[in-house]
Structure formats: structure tokens, C-alpha cells
């Protein structure tokens, strides 16, 4: 009785052992086959690396095909737990032993059996996707040309209407109204004086209408200044006797001078 | 017809003697001379513009010995400050006390040249002062010398580092006379002149004779000639009808499309005064219409302002004051 329970003690004994050491094997052998996209990550959690402390191979050139981070690291039953995102790089297939070295040495790990397969081809669930471009023509492009066209004619047509519409109401208005000449404005006023009922403005006009008519019928001073004129006039033969009595008439103080001898003054100047 | 009375014959004659006096120094220049005496019977002020070497300097210096008048001379500059003409108040070390400095202001007649080269401020200062006809220093109060008369030039070419007078500081110039180049004639008689100067020889030395050295100290007439000019002026008669022309182109200088700033009440004062100066030195005892169209550039121009359209047009504020009288005998 002591004998069989001895023996399936040590049986049972030997199956734990033996399932322990079987399940440590396949952990280490029958990983499965990873496979991701080029540039996507793959990320492995709580994988078990028997012995000391292990690190990624550093990357120090582009010839390597995988980038290996380690996110975390955790101790574990004779070695430790990492988890690990990795990006593939180019693509085919890639044992992780060839990555990963012992901290401290330069040797990879050859016990490490995970084959990580790196396609071309991807999942397109869940990545955005570029518009498709339609081949719609573009909407209001063109026809500057016709719109400067436009532009330059309007413009046009309100540049000659500013220069000419009002010249034109001017025209009108005067050619409907023509002012009364200097001499229909002197005759009025040389008969006005003959009834003895000018005021002081008519009688300020008529001199200078006076002024106005010997400076038209005198042609040496026709084109001088009013000033120059007057000066010449006041010298010249036939103007000055009667531009001198007409100064004194209108603005001598107290001028001796009678309603007929202003008649006689002005008589010239009647019927011009 | 215009007889005048006989003290007016004789003031008449008073005021052709300086003329005269003033043209055997100056020639080609009678009509600055007239100006000059119209400013000085009214107490108005007179802006020449001109180019320089017309005599201005020498006009006033013999008109102001022909009437034994106060003369002063301020060269503007842009340094120049208001106390260099008003004068100021200086501290004298013996007494401790400010002793008042008259500036050269205080003068008949003073000759404020290229005024438009000083700052602003000088000359509204002098410009207050021709106005108020006094000056204040510290705290005191001065009248001005009767008669004062302000004789201003302005060169009209080189206007770079200039203060432009505005309208209403040229609006106090009664008048403003645009001098001309004298005449052919009138230049080589000039010429023949300076000829005539030689050189004159003082203290072991010599130095050329300038015109300057012709200006005789005798005086024309006495001081109290020139009072009763003055006083003659303000009864030159003036009548209703002269008072229509003057308001009628003051008015013109208003309404006309081309012009931004018209004539003010000033110009318009300016002109009777001056016409009334003008009647009596021509001899007359009233102001006639020759004399407002005689004076009615050198009042009104300086008055007015050309609209920007006139301007673009290349109108000129003379060709359109020409305008106006035109339009005021037609």
C-alpha cells in the first residue's frame, strides 16, 4: 500500500513536472505567427523572455527592418515580461530572437521563436480613406475679359455724362435766357438817368459800363487790363473830357452839376 | 474838374517831392514808391514780393530819411525768435533788477526781409504786433513809434525751408506789391548811375561808393507834413457810388466758382483806405474808379485762394482777379 502510494506520488510528481516544463516549452515554441501591415504597429503584451533583463537590439542604421519599443517590463519566474510594440519597416518575415540581445551582451536570443510577418497589403477597416476626385468643372471661372469689357464701357458712359450733361444744361439754360448785352444794359440805364431815377448801384453800373464801352470801341486798349485801361482812357482825347465829367458827376462832393447837363453827358451813349 | 483845396495842394506837392527824392536814388521803381507812401498815410502794412537785388532795402531806407522816419532792418531767419524783434528783459548785475531791452520793432519803419524764412511763432509775433500796434514785455505794455509801418518781402522763387504766410496772416498786409524787373530804359540808367559812383576814401582808406551813400539825411518837408498827409487822407471824399464798385468786387471775389476764399470785410476796407492815399497823392479831392482798379491786385490778390479745380486747371489768382474786373465793366 506504502509502495503504490510512493509510486503515484512520484507519477504525479513527474506529470506536474513535466507539464510545467511543457507549457514553459510551448510558451517559447509554439508562439504564433504575427503578421501586420508595413508602418502599423503590432503590440505584445505580458511576452515571457526567459533569463536576465533583455533590451531591442539599438537600431543604428535603416538596414534593420523592425523598430522595437518596449512599453513596459515585468518581472518574472526566472526571467521577465515585456510588453512590446513593434513596426515593421520592410516587409517579409522576421524572427524577434535577431532583436533582442541579454542587457550587457551583443548576442541575440536564438531561443526567442516568434516570426513576425510584415505584408504590404492591409486591413482598410477603420483607415480613413482619400476622396474620390470627381471630374466636375470648376464653377464661374472665366469671362474677365468680357466683365473688364463691361466695366470699361460703364465707366465710359459716366466719364462723358459727368463732362458733358452738365455743359449741355448750362448751354441750354443760357441759350433760353441770353444775358442782355452792355449796351442794352447801358441803353436802360442812360434812360433811367434822363428821368433823373437812378440809384446808387445803377448809377455804379452805369459808370462801369461806361468804362466797359469805350474799352470795346477803343481798340488800343481793347486787350489791356481794366486797370492799364482806365489810365490810358483817362489821357486818351476823345474819352477823357467825358470820363472826367462823369467822375466828377458821380463822385465829387457835391457836384454843381444839373438833370440837362448829365443828359447832354450821357446823350452819346443813348442810341449805342 | 478836381480842384483840390490849398492845403491839399500843398500836401500834394509834399508827397510828389518824396516821390521825386526817392526816384533820383531809385530808379524804375515809382509805383513801389507810391505803395509805400499809401501804406504810410493809411497805417496799413505792405508785403513786397520780389526777386532779390530789385532795392527794396534802399527804396525804404531813402523813403524813411526823405520823411526823417525811424528805420530799422530785421534779416529773417529760421533762428530768429520773437524776442530778437519785440525785445526782452535783461537782468543788470549792477542793480539786480530786469531792465526792459527794446527789440527793433520799435521803430517808424521797419523792413522785415524774406519774412516767410522765419519759424511760425516770429512771425505771429510780429504780426501781433502790427496788428495791436504794441508790444508786451514781461509784464508791461509798450505802444509801438507813430507812424509804424511793417515793409515785408517775400522772395517768390525759392520757397524750400520756408513758413508760407497763411490767409489770415497775410490778410493784416493792406497791400501786397509784386515787384517787377525795371524796364530796358529804366536799367541802363541804372547802370549809367553806378557808373557814376567812384570810390570814396575815409580814414587813410577806400571803400567803393554804393547807392546806400547817395541817400540824403535831409529830410522832405517836417513831421507834422506828414501827420496832416495823414490826417488829409481820412478826409479824401468818398462817395456812394465808390462804395458800390468796392462792395460790388469784394462780392465778385465770393461768388466765383474758381475761388475757394474770397475777399473778407478787411480787403474791402483796405481798398477805400488805400484809395483814398492814392486820390490824394494824384492830386485829387475825392477816390475815383481808377483808383480801386488801379489798387484792386495788390489788395485783393494776396486774398484770395484758388479752388483745387482752378488750380488744376492752371488758372493763376491773377488771371482771375483780370477775370473779375472784366466782368465788372462788361
Not at chain 2, 490778410?171 to 524796364?183: I, V
Not at chain 2, 471824399?237 to 465778385?252: A, G, P, T, W, Y
Not at chain 2, 484809395?275 to 474808379?289: E, K, T
Not at chain 2, 491773377?318 to 465793366?329: K, N, T, V
Request: contains cysteine.
Amino acid at each position: 500500500m506504502i509502495v503504490v502510494f510512493q509510486f503515484v506520488r512520484r507519477f504525479s510528481l513527474l506529470l506536474c513536472a513535466m507539464g510545467i516544463l511543457g507549457l514553459q516549452v510551448s510558451a517559447e515554441v509554439d508562439q504564433p505567427e504575427l503578421e501586420s501591415s508595413l508602418g502599423l504597429p503590432i503590440v505584445l503584451n505580458d511576452f515571457y523572455i526567459a533569463g536576465s533583463k533583455a533590451e531591442p537590439i539599438p537600431r543604428i542604421d535603416s538596414e534593420s527592418s523592425l523598430v522595437i519599443r518596449v512599453l513596459e517590463v515585468k518581472p518574472a519566474a526566472d526571467g521577465f515580461r515585456y510588453d512590446l510594440e513593434i513596426y515593421g519597416l520592410d516587409p517579409g518575415s522576421y524572427r524577434l530572437s535577431d532583436y533582442f540581445r541579454y542587457v550587457g551582451s551583443n548576442e541575440s536570443l536564438p531561443q526567442l521563436s516568434q516570426q513576425i510577418t510584415i505584408v504590404t497589403e492591409h486591413d482598410l477597416e477603420g483607415i480613413p480613406k482619400p476622396k474620390e476626385l470627381a471630374n466636375v468643372p470648376p464653377e464661374n471661372v472665366g469671362g474677365y475679359r468680357v466683365l473688364l469689357t463691361v466695366c470699361l464701357v460703364i465707366w465710359g458712359v459716366v466719364f462723358l455724362l459727368i463732362l458733358f450733361w452738365r455743359k449741355k444744361k448750362v448751354q441750354s439754360e443760357e441759350f433760353l435766357q441770353p444775358p442782355p448785352t452792355l449796351h442794352e444794359k447801358l441803353g436802360n440805364l442812360v434812360r433811367a438817368a434822363a428821368h433823373g431815377d437812378l440809384s446808387d448801384s445803377d448809377r455804379s453800373q452805369l459808370e462801369r459800363l461806361i468804362l466797359g464801352h469805350w474799352k470795346q470801341k477803343l481798340p488800343e486798349i481793347e486787350n489791356l487790363p481794366a486797370s492799364e485801361a482806365l489810365v490810358t482812357l483817362r489821357s486818351h482825347p476823345e474819352a477823357s473830357p467825358l470820363l472826367l465829367k462823369l467822375e466828377y458827376w458821380l463822385h465829387a462832393p457835391n457836384p454843381s452839376i444839373d438833370q440837362q447837363s448829365i443828359n447832354n453827358l450821357l446823350d452819346s451813349f443813348r442810341d449805342v | 474838374m478836381s480842384q483840390l483845396s490849398t492845403s491839399n495842394n500843398h500836401l500834394a506837392s509834399y508827397l510828389k517831392e518824396i516821390r521825386d527824392r526817392v526816384g533820383e536814388i531809385v530808379v524804375g521803381q515809382d509805383v513801389v514808391v507810391e505803395r509805400t507812401l499809401i501804406s504810410l498815410l493809411t497805417s496799413g502794412h505792405l508785403l513786397l514780393e520780389g526777386m532779390p537785388g530789385l532795392a527794396k532795402t534802399l527804396l525804404v531806407n531813402t523813403i524813411s530819411k526823405a520823411i526823417h522816419l525811424d528805420f530799422s532792418r530785421v534779416q529773417f531767419t529760421i533762428d530768429l525768435l520773437p524776442s530778437d524783434i519785440i525785445g526782452s528783459e535783461i537782468l543788470d548785475e549792477k542793480s539786480g533788477s530786469f531792465r526792459t531791452h527794446h527789440g527793433p520793432i520799435f521803430t517808424n519803419l521797419l523792413l522785415a526781409d524774406e519774412i516767410n524764412r522765419a519759424a511760425p511763432k516770429v512771425q505771429g509775433a510780429l504780426l501781433e504786433a502790427m496788428q495791436e500796434r504794441k508790444v508786451t514785455l514781461g509784464n508791461q505794455t509798450m505802444p509801438l513809434p507813430t507812424p509804424f509801418l511793417v515793409i515785408a518781402t517775400q522772395n517768390p522763387i525759392e520757397q524750400s525751408g520756408t513758413f508760407e504766410l497763411p490767409e489770415a496772416q497775410l490778410d493784416r498786409f493792406m497791400l501786397c506789391h509784386r515787384l517787377s524787373y525795371p524796364e530796358p530804359q529804366d536799367e541802363e540808367e541804372i547802370l549809367r548811375r553806378n557808373l557814376k559812383l567812384g570810390v570814396q576814401k575815409k580814414d587813410g582808406g577806400a571803400v567803393a561808393r554804393t547807392e546806400f551813400d547817395l541817400v540824403s539825411d535831409d529830410a522832405v518837408g517836417t513831421p507834422e507834413d506828414l501827420v496832416a498827409a495823414m490826417e488829409a487822407t481820412h478826409d479824401i471824399h468818398v462817395s456812394e457810388v465808390f462804395l458800390k464798385h468796392v462792395v460790388d468786387i469784394v462780392e465778385r471775389t465770393r461768388k466765383h466758382p474758381d475761388l475757394e476764399l474770397g475777399c473778407s470785410p478787411r480787403a474791402g476796407i483796405s481798398l477805400l483806405k488805400a484809395s483814398r492815399a492814392r486820390a490824394l497823392i494824384h492830386g485829387r479831392d475825392y477816390a475815383v474808379s481808377e483808383d480801386l482798379f488801379a489798387l484792386a491786385e495788390d489788395v485783393i490778390l494776396h486774398r484770395i485762394r484758388l479752388s483745387y479745380e482752378a488750380l488744376a486747371d492752371g488758372k493763376t489768382p491773377r488771371q482771375i482777379l483780370q477775370q473779375i474786373l472784366e466782368e465788372s465793366i462788361s
